[in-house]
């Protein structure tokens, strides 16, 4: 059984800078791509970042330039920068795992911004 456990989430000010971290154990053969989806309060998920096993990175418009999604391999874990967070980056932050032998959600974190 494969689990992905979240961390990092919390209550930041404007400006701040948070860190999310996913890590997945279990009997995981294989690891294709790591996502991150956020979703805030009356919205629909929205997914946010990937990366692959190439180490390319995807983003959505609403974070491209801000974000910076990473992996370590040798951990099975994915990890979430978020410098100079915004009231509207405010969500619950999912990170999900697409590999052998399926696809994976963590828990959910989650992330406030405000003064």
């Known amino acids: 059984q494969v689990q992905l456990v979240q961390s990092g989430g919390g209550l930041v000010q404007p400006g701040e800078s948070l860190t999310l971290s996913c890590a997945a154990s279990?009997?995981?053969?294989?690891?294709?791509?790591w996502d991150w989806y956020r979703q805030a309060p009356g919205k629909q998920r929205e997914w946010i970042a990937q990366?692959?096993?190439?180490?390319?990175?995807y983003y959505a418009d609403s974070v491209k330039g801000r974000f910076t999604i990473t992996r370590d391999n040798a951990k099975n874990t994915v990890y979430l920068q978020m410098p100079s967070l915004k009231p509207e980056d405010t969500a619950v932050y999912y990170c999900?795992?697409?590999?052998?032998?399926?696809?994976?959600w963590g828990q959910g974190t989650q992330v406030t911004v405000s003064s």
């Open positions: 999900s795992l697409s590999g052998l032998p399926g696809r994976y």
């Open positions: 279990g009997s995981i053969f294989r690891i294709y791509l």
């Open positions: 990366i692959d096993t190439g180490d390319s990175t």
